[in-house]
C-alpha cells in the first residue's frame, strides 16, 4: 500500500514528539503550563475563604433590640456577596460585600438566651465557602412577669396591688392586669390583692433564675391565698 508523505509526516510527529519529551525528562526539564494559566485555573477551581463573624456592637443585646452582624471576605477579593441565617443552618439572606470587602447588617432579636448566625462567602462564579458560625446573646430586661387574673372569670384583674418579696417590689396592675419585676435571682413569694368589690387575693413562691419568668397569679374571692401558675 502507498503511504504518502502527508502521511507519513502525521505518523512521525508524535514518535517526535515522545522523543522530545524523554529526552527533556532525562534531562531533569518538567514542561509546565504558564505561571498566568495557573493562576486562572486555580481561580477557577478554588472556593472563596469562609467569612469572618463579628459583633461591632457586641455579641449581648437585651430582649426586644436590635444587633449588629459584620461579615468579612477576610481578604478574599473574589468576594461578591455573603449568605446568613440567624438560628438556622442554611444561610438565605444576601447581602453584598463592599469596597473595603466586609458587609453589615441590623438583625432582630427572638427570645432570652443564646442565638447563632450561620454565614457563607459567595465568590463571582457562584462558588460558596464553607460555613462559617458565630454566636450571641440575648438577656432578659425582666426576671419575672406576668397578669393577675380573677380566678372565677378567668378575666385579668385592674387595680391588684402586686408584691415580690423580699426586695420590697409593688406594682398595681393596670386593665389588662399585667405586671413585672427586676429582681435579683433566689426564691420568692408573689402575692396580689384586689380590695374589691369583688375581695380577691392570692399568692405563689417562685424560684427565679435570672433568665425571665412568665407567671400569671390567680386571684381568688375571700380570704383565701392561692395561686396557680
Request: glycine fraction near 14%.
Amino acid at each position: 500500500m502507498f503511504v504518502g508523505p502527508a502521511a507519513r509526516t502525521r505518523t512521525r510527529w508524535p514518535r517526535l514528539l515522545a522523543l522530545v519529551s524523554s529526552v527533556l525528562l532525562a534531562a531533569g526539564v518538567i514542561l509546565v503550563p504558564p505561571t498566568s494559566a495557573l493562576a486562572v485555573r486555580s481561580t477557577q477551581t478554588t472556593a472563596p475563604l469562609r467569612p469572618v463573624i463579628s459583633f461591632p456592637g457586641g455579641s449581648s443585646i437585651p430582649e426586644g433590640g436590635r444587633i449588629a452582624v459584620r461579615f468579612d471576605a477576610d481578604g478574599d477579593t473574589t468576594v461578591t456577596r455573603f449568605r446568613y441565617a440567624v438560628d438556622g443552618a442554611h444561610p438565605t439572606s444576601e447581602v453584598p460585600v463592599g469596597p473595603d470587602g466586609t458587609a453589615s447588617v441590623l438583625v432582630d432579636v427572638g427570645w432570652p438566651g443564646e442565638h447563632t448566625v450561620h454565614a457563607i462567602a459567595v465568590n463571582g462564579d457562584d462558588r460558596l465557602s464553607g460555613l462559617s458560625v458565630a454566636r450571641f446573646t440575648v438577656s432578659v430586661v425582666w426576671d419575672l412577669r406576668g397578669w393577675a387574673l380573677d380566678a372565677t372569670t378567668f378575666l385579668p384583674v385592674s387595680g391588684a396591688t402586686i408584691r415580690l418579696e423580699p426586695g420590697g417590689g409593688e406594682v398595681v396592675t393596670g386593665a389588662d392586669g399585667y405586671f413585672q419585676f427586676d429582681v435579683e435571682p433566689g426564691l420568692h413569694t408573689l402575692s396580689g390583692l384586689h380590695a374589691g368589690p369583688p375581695s380577691l387575693s392570692g399568692s405563689q413562691e417562685l424560684l427565679l433564675d435570672g433568665q425571665g419568668v412568665t407567671f400569671d397569679l390567680y386571684l381568688f374571692p375571700d380570704s383565701g391565698s392561692r395561686g396557680v401558675g
